[in-house]
């Protein structure tokens, strides 16, 4: 099926470049079954020609890059990519006016605040049509219901990761929030350069709401903060998990994915989600309101292309994260959907909270983020 669709949509481009107009043509109008590849992306505006390249803006070791040559292979756009650290640094590149992304993945709390600023362009539903290969509860996420705007991509976890041939078990938080100058891990642990992500932490790790917006909460968070700094070698949120994984550091703040793929080159990596619990995520693939309607189409066209089942699930298995798409697990081994890494048991994800935009109190956690990170 997947060859037919590469096949297919090459000749559609080539066909219709040759007719001088260079957008795939409308789909079928029937609509298939939840489950099945939907081949033809429907260009909605005739005029609309497709660009050679397009810029994903994206986490780091967040796709299995094979699939770019693959979909350029399929619709004659090659996919540039191009990498952030955290929410807030994509929040802010968009805000200060950056331009030329045909995708972007924040996640869930990012999206509400770029929904609310308008800094997201609506999607056209008539070019995605493997959207229906959603699992029904990621249809309606409460930050956008109906996926107006963007469309859930992966799902995960953030905790912590460790050697275990040269860690005593860790299970809380307060293994970052308590350092001890005479154990093995002191100046051998990194916590996620990601405001958000570590006052979560530390907000759990003191029994307090993670999207608390109280500002003596907040002050007692980034106290303890600046208390675990003194056994910090770096806040990284990019390569923590290769350093664990190398020996250089012995326990990190990360995401569960990271530390499953890293574990590839090191199987004593152990991830723990805290006793005292955290953060539960999904990330999603959006269409900056910068792009050009060239752009656009191309970028709905890659997300399309990441929607289809067997994509989906290579992707998601090269990645180690939780994939949204319901049509993608008759693709996935059974050891990949019993990974309680992966796929967290209800006791697990009980104790888990997805961050949620704060409002008028984002400035405070910014402000108290630049007090922790500036502190000797
Ligand atoms: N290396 C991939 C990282 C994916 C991170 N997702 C971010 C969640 C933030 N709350």
């Given amino acids: 099926m997947r060859r037919f669709y590469y096949v297919f949509l090459l000749l559609l481009v080539i066909a219709l470049a040759a007719a001088g107009c260079s ?55 090659r996919v540039i990519e191009d990498n952030y650290s955290s929410n807030e640094e994509l929040l802010a590149k968009l805000q200060g006016g950056s331009a030329g992304y045909a995708v972007i993945v924040p996640s869930d709390y990012t999206v509400g605040i770029m929904i609310e600023e308008g800094l997201l362009a609506k999607l056209d539903h008539a070019n995605i049509p493997n959207l229906s290969n959603l699992a029904d509860r990621f249809t309606q996420v409460p930050y956008d219901p109906g996926s107006v705007y963007c469309v859930p991509y992966m799902w995960g976890t953030t905790g912590f990761g460790y050697d275990s041939t040269k860690v005593d078990p860790p299970a809380s938080w307060s293994v970052f929030f308590e350092p001890d100058p005479n154990s093995d891990i002191y100046g051998r642990v990194t916590m996620l350069d990601d405001p958000r992500e570590s006052f979560a932490a530390a907000l759990a790790y003191l029994g307090y709401d993670i999207n608390t917006t109280d500002e003596a909460q907040l002050n007692e ?29 012995l326990l990190a703040h990360g995401w569960n994915g990271d530390f499953l793929l890293a574990m590839e080159d090191n199987e004593n990596i152990v991830y723990v989600t805290p006793k005292e ?23 709905e066209m890659l997300i399309n292309f990441l929607l289809e089942p067997e994509v989906a699930a290579r992707n998601s298995e090269f990645i180690y994260y939780a994939s949204p798409n319901k049509a993608a697990e008759a693709f996935l081994p059974e050891d990949f959907l019993n990974d309680t890494s992966i796929y967290p048991p209800a006791e697990v994800l009980d104790k888990l909270q997805y961050l949620e935009p704060v409002g008028e109190a984002e400035s405070i956690y910014q402000r108290l983020w630049d007090e922790v990170k500036s502190a000797q």
């Fill in 23 to 77: 957008q795939p043509a409308a789909a079928p109008a029937t609509s298939a079954p939840a489950s099945d590849t939907q081949t033809a992306p429907a260009a909605s505006s005739d005029s609309v020609k497709l660009p050679e390249e397009i810029v994903m803006f994206n986490w780091t070791d967040y796709i299995d890059p094979d699939l770019y040559g693959e979909f350029e292979e399929a619709s004659g756009v």
């Fill in 221 to 249: 968070a980034k106290d303890a903060l600046i208390r675990a700094k003194a056994q910090l070698a770096g806040y990284d949120s990019d390569t923590y998990e290769d350093l664990v994984a190398s020996g250089e550091n």
């Fill in 277 to 299: 619990g955290g953060v539960v995520f999904v990330d999603n693939l959006c269409i900056p309101a910068s792009a050009t309607p060239e752009q656009k189409l191309a970028g």
